[in-house]
């Protein structure tokens, strides 16, 4: 089984519609990420939590919003989506208290289509 | 400016060649480093990190240039499986927040 889990993998709707992306991991990191990946534009951070209950903005975390109730799971929601949210999305987790040189670990992302 | 660049490429090489690729960062507090691989529609994976004093796994070598904020990942005796796209990775804060800001990628085809 997969230490990083994202649902749905794939996921097309309507202009306006609401969408909960989720992910869910059995690593134990206390650390959780979504990232947004455009073609030519690389990953951008949309939201990260540190702990349960913790939320910080990304670089482009307008139109969006997250919730962390429990240490394994991080869901991000686009309340009306809108097309130019068409896009690969990934979670990730890192583990804190390993010093500094923590690498992140991704999900299999899930591919957001808006019509 | 970016704050992480990389030359997208592609690269084409041969199989058998060495292929080196270059990401410059602009912060110059940046603790953090890392090369991932990421495969067409996959997930980004991680390959190695990038230690100031330079490291190898296998026939990848990694190098951290301080002075001139880049660091550079070798690529030798390429194999049809190395193609993919290489993502230079850097924590761009100076203490442990754990945030990475990712460049767009260097793309590398080894062909037959």
């Known amino acids: 089984d997969a230490d990083v889990t994202q649902t749905p993998r794939n996921r097309i709707t309507k202009t306006g519609k609401r969408i909960m992306l989720e992910c869910s991991q059995t690593?134990?990191?206390?650390?959780m990420y979504w990232y947004r990946q455009d073609p030519g534009l690389g990953l951008r951070l949309i939201y990260y939590?540190?702990?349960?209950?913790?939320?910080n903005k990304g670089e482009i975390s307008d139109g969006y919003s997250v919730s962390r109730q429990a240490q394994a799971k991080f869901s991000l929601s686009l309340e009306s989506a809108i097309p130019n949210q068409t896009a690969l999305y990934f979670c990730?987790?890192?583990?804190?208290?390993?010093?500094?040189?923590?690498?992140?670990?991704f999900g299999d992302g899930t591919r957001l289509s808006i019509l | 400016r970016k704050e992480v660049e990389q030359d997208p490429g592609p690269f084409n090489v041969p199989e058998g060649a060495t292929v080196a690729f270059n990401c410059t960062y602009s912060?110059?507090?940046?603790?953090?480093f890392f090369w991932y691989r990421q495969d067409c529609r996959k997930e980004p994976k991680l390959l190695m990190s990038?230690?100031?004093s330079g490291n190898e796994d296998g026939r990848f070598t990694a190098q951290l240039n301080r002075a001139s904020q880049y660091i550079s990942l070798l690529i030798r005796d390429s194999k049809l499986s190395d193609s993919a796209t290489y993502l230079c990775?850097?924590?761009?804060?100076?203490?442990?927040?754990?945030?990475?800001?990712f460049g767009q990628g260097t793309t590398l085809q080894v062909k037959p």
């Open positions: 990775v850097v924590n761009m804060f100076s203490s442990n927040t754990g945030k990475l800001i």
């Open positions: 990730a987790t890192s583990d804190p208290g390993r010093g500094d040189n923590q690498p992140q670990h």
């Open positions: 939590s540190f702990d349960v209950k913790d939320i």
């Open positions: 690593k134990g990191h206390d650390r």
């Open positions: 912060n110059s507090a940046s603790q953090s």
């Open positions: 990038v230690y100031s």
